[in-house]
Structure formats: structure tokens, C-alpha cells
Nanobody
Framework: VQLVESGGGLVQPGGSLRLSCAAS????????VGWYRQAQGKQRELVAHISSSGSTNYGDSVKGRFAISRDNAKNTVFLQMNSLKPEDTAIYYC???????????WGQGTQVTVSS
């Protein structure tokens, strides 16, 4: 099983980024996927979550700015991040959790830095 995040980078405040989480080795359509982030010195927090059926929910700090979506045909989940703020700076991780077994897997993370 492998989850690979991509799309991170350096962006100015107010800018946008689109993260991708590509999965292999699992029946992706049977997994819920979450994006989490961990800023330096802080605990990991949930950013956005999408169920296997496509229901979504978001952390309070990103509501209205971020959007999570999935393409099961491509085994990929996306996180569109708009109106980025310096406090969005963190390593972003994706997590896939099986609907059937509750087993879950993590990616290696991708760095997002919001700075002028």
C-alpha cells in the first residue's frame, strides 16, 4: 500500500495550491480519505475529510477556503486550497481508512509554505 502526496510548495498569502494524494495497493473506492496537517511545534490536525461515498467535512479554520474531492478512477484525492494564509503553513498528510477493516495508511507528507 502506498499513498503519495504531491503539489506542495511555496505560495504567497492569498494564493492557491492543489494537493494530490495518489493511492496504490488498495481498493480506493472503499476507503475514506482525510487530509491532515502538522505545523512546527503543533499537533497534527484534520483539515478535510471525504467518505467513500463522497460526503465531506472540514476543519473550522479552512471552511470556505479549501475543497476536498476524489477521483476513484484515478485512485486520487485532491485538496484545493484557496485564499491561503501564513497559518496554513505545515506539512500536509493524507490518510486512507478502510470502510471494512478500519485499517489506515499514511502518506509521507508534502510541505506547504505560505509566505511573502
Amino acid at each position: 500500500v502506498q499513498l503519495v502526496e504531491s503539489g506542495g510548495g511555496l505560495v504567497q498569502p492569498g494564493g492557491s495550491l492543489r494537493l494530490s494524494c495518489a493511492a496504490s495497493g488498495i481498493i480506493f473506492s472503499r476507503y475514506a480519505v482525510g487530509w491532515y496537517r502538522q505545523a512546527q511545534g503543533k499537533q497534527r490536525e484534520l483539515v478535510a475529510h471525504i467518505s467513500s461515498s463522497g460526503s465531506t467535512n472540514y476543519g473550522d479554520s479552512v471552511k470556505g477556503r479549501f475543497a476536498i474531492s476524489r477521483d476513484n478512477a484515478k485512485n486520487t484525492v485532491f485538496l484545493q486550497m484557496n485564499s491561503l494564509k501564513p497559518e496554513d503553513t505545515a506539512i500536509y498528510y493524507c490518510n486512507a481508512r478502510s470502510d471494512l477493516t478500519n485499517l489506515n495508511y499514511w502518506g509521507q507528507g508534502t510541505q506547504v509554505t505560505v509566505s511573502s
